[in-house]
Every structure is written in C-alpha cells, then in structure tokens.
C-alpha cells in the first residue's frame, strides 16, 4: 500500500478514538502510521502484538502500553500464538483496528 494511503487510513482511524478508551491496534505499517497519530491523545489504553507500534508507543506518557506476548512472528514482526490468544481472551476493548496483510479483493483471506 502507498505511504500516502497509509498515512490517510491512520488519520482517519485516528479520529474515531475517544479519549479515554481501550484499544487494540494490530500489527503492520499501517497500525504503525496510526500509533503515531495517537501519540498525542490523553488517557488511552493501547494494546498491540507489533513491534512497532511499541516503538511508536514507547515515549508517550499519556497513553497506557501492554504489548502482547507469545511467539515472535518475524515477517509482521509482531506476537502470536496461544499466549497472545489467551490474553486477548481475558480482554475488554472499546475499538479495534487490525491490519490486512494478505487480504486482496480477488482472492479474499
């Protein structure tokens, strides 16, 4: 996907976060690109499997971080597997955002 429309697609999943929520961002570039939109939002709860969105993440004071554990996933360079599927289990989220690697309209999953 461009960088252009990666960047819209971060800013307008951006605007749909209140503060104060709980939210999921999955990983991948275009999570990335969103977690830096969030970085100025006050009291938000994120939680992430992708590397780089801890990067983003990393600084921000305002913004809760748990990352999710499990089995590292070097092509998304994020968490999966059974430990990260357990902890999402025992989670409440108000929003959730979630990459699409390997989705296409021809093909579908």
């Known amino acids: 996907m461009a960088l252009a429309q990666q960047h819209a697609i971060a ?3 951006a605007s749909m976060i209140r503060p104060g ?5 999955d990983a991948g570039s275009t999570m990335g690109a969103l977690a830096h939109e969030v970085r100025g939002c006050d009291k938000l709860s994120v939680t992430t499997p ?8 990393v600084d921000s004071e305002d913004i809760e971080v ?3 554990v499990g089995r ?15 902890a999402l289990e025992r ?11 390997a989705v296409t309209a021809e093909d579908g999953i």
Not at 76 to 86: D, H, I, T, Y
Not at 91 to 101: E, T
């Open 11 to 13: 800013r307008w999943a």
């Open 91 to 101: 989670m409440s989220l108000d929003r959730v955002f979630m990459g699409a690697d």
């Open 72 to 86: 590292l996933r070097s092509v998304s360079q994020s968490s999966v597997g059974p430990l990260a599927e357990a």
């Open 21 to 25: 929520e709980k939210i999921l961002l």
């Open 50 to 57: 992708g590397i780089n969105t801890l990067q983003e993440l």
């Open 66 to 68: 748990d990352c999710l």
